[in-house]
């Protein structure tokens, strides 16, 4: 891999895309046909409702339609700008994730101390891919085009905004296919009117921020390679107003696809996290920073393979890597065999969330409920010496393994289902995760357990 060189871009594959005819149902009288025409209008109703993605009507994706949220005073003005300009009705291109969830979005763009317009749309006139414009204040309380580009592909798959060359605000959009399968990264840097891209790839899974401690803004792609399943990281720095591709790596053969990147750290160690998905179901691979190289971490010639301990099972998709604490150190979970009980089984598992920049990798310990999906710290020094069991569906208890005595009971209801006994420890949905604290637990437990609830996104 070169060291060193231009981000590149290769077209996707032309698309196909299925077409929903309607045909001429035969006339038949009786039970029979009105039955299956119920059934069939049930099963429509269905597919509009929980699988839109290849459902279009009237040219609107019906996701969005249902979606879609009153536009303010002040994007209702933009769309009507640029509805004058195009000279048909735009559709608007809602992001399917990411930072910004709307398609219409404000930012001063070119650092003139004034808010411009950036709008993803779709119109008839201008083909089946997403179009960007970016729309300037005239002055008299309206809008006005700028520039034009024409996107990617089909679908809007993220946006965010980032200071990457300092002094303004760059528009970085990722752009999909309609099963958001096939995705293309690109960064747009508007200056002089003018729309330029700074860099554009191909992408499974970015990340943008200062990953390795140089004070300027990185980015971080995972993509497919030109072998055959293989995968690659490569980062990208500012050079001038461009994204240069400083550094890449091969990413551990093991993984399929990459679903999402993490940067943690540990004091002045930095690192990313690659999480993907596996022929099992999902791990977590971690590279690092050394001497401002980027390596897979630990070394295999040294012992320790994270890679195989944070393997986890499709069941448990749920469970990645994650901030307990909010202090920018991401940790990976590494999950044990689950705790059977009479009352449920493969409900309850243990985790050791791990961070292995630090001396001491293992930085957590507690039992994950996969069924509720969140997770309760427990000192480390119970880690060989309890016993978990299910006393209902909602009711979970910790025992020491010695004298069976009762450590620790966790509930999930209704704060006035607790009956005074019980401390709130986290809110989950509409009910509460509370804690019981029994004799054999000290106050100095008690209180690392009622703080280390957390509930996992």
Same mark, same amino acid.
């Given at each position: 891999? #070169?060291?060193?060189?231009?981000?590149?871009?290769?077209?996707?594959?032309?698309?196909?895309?299925?077409?929903?005819?309607?045909?001429?149902?035969?006339? !038949?009288?009786?039970?029979?046909? !009105?039955?299956? =025409?119920?059934?069939?209008?049930?099963?429509?109703?269905?597919?509009?409702?929980?699988?839109?993605?290849?459902?279009?009507?009237?040219?609107?994706?019906?996701?969005?339609?249902?979606?879609?949220? !009153?536009?303010?005073?002040?994007?209702?003005?933009?769309?009507?700008?640029?509805?004058?300009?195009?000279?048909?009705?735009?559709?608007?291109?809602?992001?399917?994730?990411?930072?910004?969830?709307?398609?219409?979005?404000?930012? $001063?763009?070119?650092?003139?101390?004034?808010?411009?317009?950036?709008?993803?749309?779709?119109?008839?006139?201008?083909? #089946?891919?997403?179009?960007?414009?970016?729309?300037?204040?005239?002055?008299?309380?309206?809008?006005?085009?700028?520039?034009?580009?024409?996107?990617?592909?089909?679908?809007?798959?993220?946006?965010?905004?980032?200071?990457?060359?300092?002094?303004?605000?760059?528009?970085?959009?990722?752009?999909?296919?309609?099963?958001?399968?096939?995705?293309?990264?690109?960064?747009?840097?508007?200056?002089?009117?003018?729309?330029?891209?700074?860099?554009?790839?191909?992408?499974?899974?970015?990340?943008?921020?200062?990953?390795?401690?140089?004070?300027?803004?990185?980015?971080?792609?995972?993509?497919?390679?030109?072998?055959?399943?293989?995968?690659?990281?490569?980062?990208?720095?500012?050079?001038?107003?461009? =994204?240069?591709?400083?550094?890449?790596?091969?990413? $551990?053969?093991?993984?399929?696809?990459?679903?999402?990147?993490?940067?943690?750290?540990?004091?002045?160690?930095?690192?990313?996290?690659?999480?993907?998905?596996?022929?099992?179901?999902?791990?977590?691979?971690?590279?690092?920073?050394?001497?401002?190289?980027?390596?897979?971490?630990?070394?295999?010639?040294?012992?320790?393979?994270?890679?195989?301990?944070?393997?986890?099972?499709?069941?448990?998709?749920?469970?990645?890597?994650?901030?307990?604490?909010?202090?920018?150190?991401?940790?990976?979970?590494?999950?044990?065999?689950?705790?059977?009980?009479? #009352?449920?089984?493969?409900?309850?598992?243990?985790?050791?969330?791990?961070?292995?920049?630090?001396?001491?990798?293992?930085?957590?310990?507690?039992?994950?409920?996969?069924?509720?999906?969140?997770?309760?710290?427990?000192?480390?020094?119970?880690?060989?010496? =309890?016993?978990?069991?299910?006393?209902?569906?909602?009711?979970?208890?910790?025992?020491?393994?010695?004298?069976?005595?009762?450590?620790?009971?966790?509930?999930?209801?209704?704060?006035?289902?607790?009956?005074?006994?019980?401390?709130?420890?986290? #809110?989950?949905?509409?009910?509460?995760?509370?804690?019981?604290?029994?004799?054999?637990?000290?106050?100095?437990?008690?209180?690392?357990?009622?703080?280390?609830?957390?509930?996992?996104?």
């Amino acid at each position: 891999m #070169q060291n060193r060189s231009r981000c590149g871009f290769a077209e996707a594959a032309a698309r196909r895309h299925a077409v929903l005819k309607n045909g001429d149902l035969p006339r !038949r009288e009786g039970l029979v046909l !009105r039955n299956r =025409m119920r059934l069939c209008a049930a099963l429509l109703c269905c597919v509009l409702l929980c699988s839109c993605d290849g459902i279009v009507l009237g040219g609107k994706n019906v996701e969005e339609l249902l979606r879609a949220p !009153r536009p303010s005073e002040r994007q209702s003005a933009v769309q009507t700008a640029l509805n004058a300009y195009l000279g048909e009705t735009l559709q608007l291109k809602y992001p399917r994730g990411g930072a910004e969830p709307d398609p219409v979005i404000f930012a $001063d763009l070119d650092g003139d101390g004034a808010e411009e317009a950036a709008v993803l749309y779709t119109a008839e006139s201008k083909g #089946q891919n997403v179009h960007l414009s970016v729309l300037e204040q005239d002055g008299s309380g309206g809008w006005s085009i700028a520039y034009e580009v024409m996107g990617l592909s089909t679908e809007v798959a993220e946006v965010e905004l980032a200071e990457v060359f300092g002094g303004s605000t760059q528009l970085v959009v990722g752009y999909a296919n309609a099963n958001l399968v096939d995705k293309y990264l690109e960064v747009y840097d508007y200056r002089d009117v003018t729309i330029y891209s700074a860099c554009k790839q191909p992408y499974d899974a970015y990340l943008l921020g200062d990953l390795t401690g140089s004070g300027r803004t990185e980015l971080a792609v995972a993509a497919a390679t030109s072998e055959p399943g293989g995968l690659s990281l490569q980062l990208f720095v500012p050079d001038g107003r461009a =994204m240069t591709a400083a550094q890449g790596v091969e990413l $551990d053969e093991r993984l399929e696809k990459c679903t999402a990147l993490y940067a943690t750290r540990c004091g002045a160690a930095r690192g990313l996290i690659v999480d993907g998905s596996v022929s099992s179901g999902a791990a977590s691979q971690l590279l690092c920073w050394e001497d401002g190289v980027l390596f897979p971490y630990p070394d295999k010639e040294e012992g320790g393979d994270v890679f195989a301990r944070s393997q986890r099972s499709r069941t448990l998709s749920a469970l990645g890597p994650q901030d307990l604490l909010g202090t920018g150190e991401v940790l990976i979970p590494e999950v044990g065999a689950s705790i059977a009980t009479l #009352q449920s089984a493969r409900r309850f598992y243990p985790v050791e969330w791990m961070n292995y920049l630090c001396e001491q990798p293992l930085q957590q310990f507690g039992v994950y409920d996969a069924d509720h999906n969140y997770f309760v710290r427990l000192p480390t020094e119970w880690q060989d010496n =309890m016993t978990v069991s299910a006393q209902s569906e909602s009711d979970w208890q910790i025992r020491s393994k010695e004298d069976n005595s009762l450590l620790c009971a966790v509930r999930v209801a209704d704060r006035a289902a607790a009956n005074g006994t019980y401390t709130q420890a986290a #809110q989950l949905a509409e009910k509460k995760v509370l804690v019981y604290f029994g004799e054999s637990c000290t106050a100095v437990q008690a209180n690392l357990i009622r703080r280390g609830v957390a509930v996992l996104g």
